[in-house]
């Protein structure tokens, strides 16, 4: 790609309480495109660490960065906030996920590939990476198919294609102003939401799957049941705002929570019914310790109560928002003072 035929990008990075990987993320996405064709717009969530301090330490040194607050703390509202604000040059827009570590090139490569495409949006794959013991488990459990139910853009054997949904990388400005940005209702799964949209309004999203990036996931098992929990919970949003047909993988979590807390009471009655139960467990159980072997890494058997908290949270999530979208909690009246 000559010089001059780089287009200027616009980089929107949310963070809250990001310390640990926030500079590694911004200097990583940095390297390999012209620092005078970019620009990188941090918006913050209210982050009661360090991540300010060390953005505006790298402020000094890199001029394209710019800082700004997000009252309203959802990732959502951070990237309409940033597109609200992109310089008039900008062309193509890049979310980026401050919990990632991004490829010499990643950049280039997406404007590469969206050009080459002439794609609307352009989607990666990504690693999930860990450092501890208990973020190494729930790498194992993320990169899986048991994991992530053969999702296209989390599970090691996807390849390149045509997409309805990935994790999100790279948009023309275009199309973005097209669809209106972000749906702000949404905490989480906003990403596939606006892929639905973007869909509908004729846009074409393509799943460079080579180009991969890597992510850290929660550290902490409670921190895992509210991601999870949440992730259901948009899912669940998505599918009813736009009337959806729900795939096999959405519907398998919910259903088993279900059944789980049907065989629970059943089991009490007779045995029998906690065989399912315990099959499912022995799966889990199987399948960490072929990873643990494979991998010689004993911390793989923290894949057990990960997969365990991402099915359950997830699907009870996904039950929560349901029986909320059917029975919508309506006010009172308010009483005319006398």
Known sequence: MQKEAYPFVSVIIPILNEEEYVETCITSIMLGYPTDRMEVLIVDGGSRDESVAIVKRLMDSYPQIRLFRNEKRIQSAAMNIGL????????????????????????RQLVT???????DSVVVAMETIGVRCMQRGVAYAQNSAIGTGFSAHRW????????????HACFTRGILEKVG???????????????????QAGGRIFLNAELRLKYY?????RDLVRQYFLYGK???????KHRIPSR????????WVIAEAHLIVLGVIHPIFFVPIICYFASVVLYAFYVSFARKDVCALAAIPALIVMHNAWGTGYLTQYILELYPRRKLPKLEKT
């Open 234 to 240: 948009g899912r669940c949003m998505t599918i009813m």
């Open 217 to 221: 996931p929660r550290s902490r098992l």
């Open 113 to 119: 590939t969206l050009r080459d495409k002439e794609a």
């Open 84 to 107: 609200r604000e992109l310089d008039s040059l900008s062309e193509l827009v890049i979310r980026a996920d401050a919990h990632a570590v991004y490829p010499q090139d990643y950049i």
């Open 248 to 255: 096999l993988r959405q519907k398998l979590p919910p259903l």
């Open 181 to 199: 940005g972000y749906d702000e209702e949404f905490t989480h799964n906003e990403d596939a939401e606006l892929d639905y949209r973007i869909i």
């Open 156 to 167: 090691g054997g996807s390849s390149s294609g045509w997409v309805d949904h990935g994790h």
